[in-house]
């Protein structure tokens, strides 16, 4: 269940249509400004949103253009209208509802007004003569005929006399022996107040079983005591006359209910018999908790599924309630129509406007067929007839035949300047002939010249392209040639192995050239603290460098090793999917004495694994063999010992 109070709010379930018609039109003008705006950054989105063909584009641009607009306008439209005729079903209600109150209270003062005068008529009189009563009574009920019946009662509660109109005319009562209606309250309200009273509904007895409403006042005798009550009893049949007069509300169904909220009188379509308490329904319940005499909203589920209404309720002054429901299908079912026709319409504005954008789209491809056979007929030949503009061209098109036109007039006098150069050029051939021979002695000089440049050809393929450092060619020509100077003059020498740390991954997230650049900076960086004669840093493959150190102990190694880490660091290149967040290298090192003979090969196996170790160690380290043992190197101390921050005992280092 749902209840809302103002009745703007009776379409809840349609609210989304505005916001359906203002999202239509921010796509049309992102499509739009996509069109404009994106084929010139040469992106993939620029692509997709330009690519196809011109007839495709056109068509569907005009397409856009046409439906959109008019089905935005068209949902938006029908939405606002029927808020609109809820707004008026309201506000008819609420004015039905005030008008049917005001009615009511004119039918009871009416009812009342004449109940009291004959009260007061028969008070003034002075004789209360039970034969006399059935003619006062007549006389009253003649003009008050809108009562079921009069009666008046004695000081007991005792019927003394009676009129009736139930069965369509007007009788007395003849035999009322044993009625007595002091147990009533509007006997004893009249006769313990002194004043005419309206009672509640109720159902009759004696003179008719009909639910009533009861209008009574005292009679009194000179003394102003209460001698008995004067009654009628109002036919609730007569308030079908404030049912008939609903103007604009298609439908509506009137209920009047007395203090309790029981029905005094109610629309037979609504189902609610006389007497009934209504006090529980969605109709009553609603009025009391909205603001006084506004309409209110809510749904319900029955069998025909579920089913929204508008309510409204006046209030009488003698404390009765009319309360008005009318239901809103109808509205709903014409503002279903109202969207299939503003769907209707966008389809009918689709279909029309595809037609133009392929009519134009159809003159546009003949004036460009219309170029490529142009361009298909030209001719260098000045005999053939100049390229002619079709007479169905649009006129932007008309600038590209002229220019073709154009063009092809300076062609042609380009081939005549070409025909002239090329008899020319045979001249020139003879003498050119001439010239080789006379030339071949400077070819011979040339060669010297050639060679000279093959030697420094060979010096550059030592060179890494991309870095400037030496390749692993260069490498090990250097390594072999520093092997040699170890085992002559017992000198010490060591091997660096580094590798940039999650290089993959900085490749992957940044891109091939921002690898490049980084592997070019960290090589500047390597460089840059191994410069000696004796010292070689090369590239050694992909994201990994070996540097060869002449005349250096292990010791020196080391702080060789953690100048080049720091010096990486100190880079400060940015490394989104590092732990550091910078780019960070891994170094492993080994050394050579000249008191032992490991090979190469044995020193760069021992110096690779310990660049394993490093990057075991959590990388961005350097690491060595001490003892038996790889370790990492702690830079803050000196001594070896004291070095030691992390052993790990070892066989074949695996692979990284």
């Not at 043992?629 to 830079?635: G, L, S």
Request: some cysteine; aromatic content about 8%; overall charge negative.
């Amino acid at each position: 269940m749902e209840h809302i109070h103002a009745a703007s709010g009776a379409l809840p379930f349609h609210e989304w249509a505005p916001w359906i018609a203002y999202g239509l039109v921010v796509l049309l003008l992102a499509y739009a400004g996509a069109r404009f705006l994106l084929p010139a950054s040469g992106s993939r989105l620029a692509k997709f949103v330009g690519s196809g063909t011109l007839r495709g584009s056109l068509v569907v641009g005009l397409s856009l253009v046409a439906t959109i607009p008019l089905l935005a306008l068209g949902v938006v439209l029908a939405e606002r209208n029927a808020h609109t005729r809820i707004d008026r079903i309201a506000a008819r209600a609420e004015e039905a509802a005030a008008i049917a109150a005001f009615s009511v209270d004119q039918f009871i003062d009416k009812h009342v007004a004449g109940i009291t005068s004959a009260a007061s008529a028969i008070s003034t009189s002075g004789t209360t003569d039970p034969s006399r009563m059935p003619e006062w009574l007549r006389l009253y009920h003649r003009v008050y005929d809108d009562f079921l019946t009069t009666l008046y009662a004695d000081r007991a509660g005792d019927i003394q006399a009676a009129t009736s109109n139930m069965s369509g005319f007007l009788t007395t009562v003849p035999d009322l022996t044993g009625y007595n209606i002091q147990d009533r309250e509007y006997f004893r309200r009249a006769t313990a107040d002194g004043t005419t009273f309206v009672s509640s509904v109720f159902e009759g007895r004696g003179l008719g079983n009909d639910p009533i409403v009861a209008i009574s006042a005292p009679i009194r005798d000179e003394t102003g005591q209460a001698t008995g009550i004067i009654e009628g009893s109002l036919n609730l049949g007569a308030f079908a006359n404030l049912d008939s007069d609903r103007i604009g509300l298609e439908g509506a169904e009137f209920i009047l209910a007395d203090q309790q909220d029981r029905v005094i009188y109610a629309s037979q379509s609504t189902g609610f018999g006389t007497l009934v308490s209504i006090a529980s329904e969605s109709l009553v319940r609603y009025a009391a908790e909205g603001d006084a005499g506004l309409a209110y909203t809510w749904e319900v589920a029955e069998d025909e599924g579920r089913l929204r209404y508008l309510g409204a309720a006046a209030r009488s002054q003698h404390g009765w309630t009319v309360y008005l429901r009318v239901p809103l299908n109808a509205v709903y079912a014409q503002m279903s129509r109202d969207y299939v026709s503003a769907l209707l319409f966008a389809l009918i504005a689709w279909a029309g406007a595809s037609l133009i954008g392929v009519a134009i789209v159809r003159k546009t491809s003949q004036s460009l067929d219309d170029m490529n056979t142009a361009i298909d007929r030209f001719s260098l030949d000045p005999k053939v007839e100049d390229i002619e503009t079709p007479a169905n061209t649009f006129d932007e098109f008309r600038p590209i035949f002229e220019h073709m036109r154009q063009r092809a007039k300076q062609l042609r006098k380009s081939y005549e300047r070409l025909n002239h150069s090329i008899a020319a050029g045979q001249k020139l051939q003879a003498e050119l002939n001439q010239a080789i021979v006379s030339k071949e002695a400077e070819v011979a000089d040339r060669t010297k010249d050639l060679e000279e440049a093959n030697r420094r050809l060979h010096t550059l393929s030592r060179v890494d392209s991309l870095t400037g450092l030496a390749n692993r060619r260069a490498l090990r020509a250097f390594v072999t040639q520093l092997w040699r100077l170890v085992e002559r003059d017992r000198i010490d020498a060591a091997i660096i192995m580094i590798d940039i740390d999650h290089f993959k991954l900085y490749n992957d997230n940044l891109g091939h050239q921002a690898g490049d650049e980084c592997l070019r900076q960290v090589a500047d960086a390597l460089a840059a603290s191994a410069s000696r004669p004796l010292d070689l840093v090369a590239r050694y493959g992909g994201e990994e460098f070996m540097v060869a150190l002449g005349n250096t102990s292990l010791d020196q190694a080391l702080i060789v090793a953690e100048r080049m880490r720091r010096a990486v660091i100190d880079l400060d290149i940015d490394h989104p999917t590092s732990e550091h967040g910078n780019v960070t290298v891994s170094l492993g090192v080994a050394s050579v004495r000249s008191t032992s003979d490991p090979t190469t090969e044995q020193t760069a196996q021992i110096a690779d694994d310990a660049l394993y170790v490093a990057k075991e160690a959590g990388r961005n380290c350097v690491a060595y063999r001490h003892g038996g043992d790889f370790v990492t190197f702690d830079a803050n101390e000196i001594d070896l010992n004291a070095t030691i921050t992390s052993i790990t005992s070892i066989g074949r280092a695996g692979p990284r």
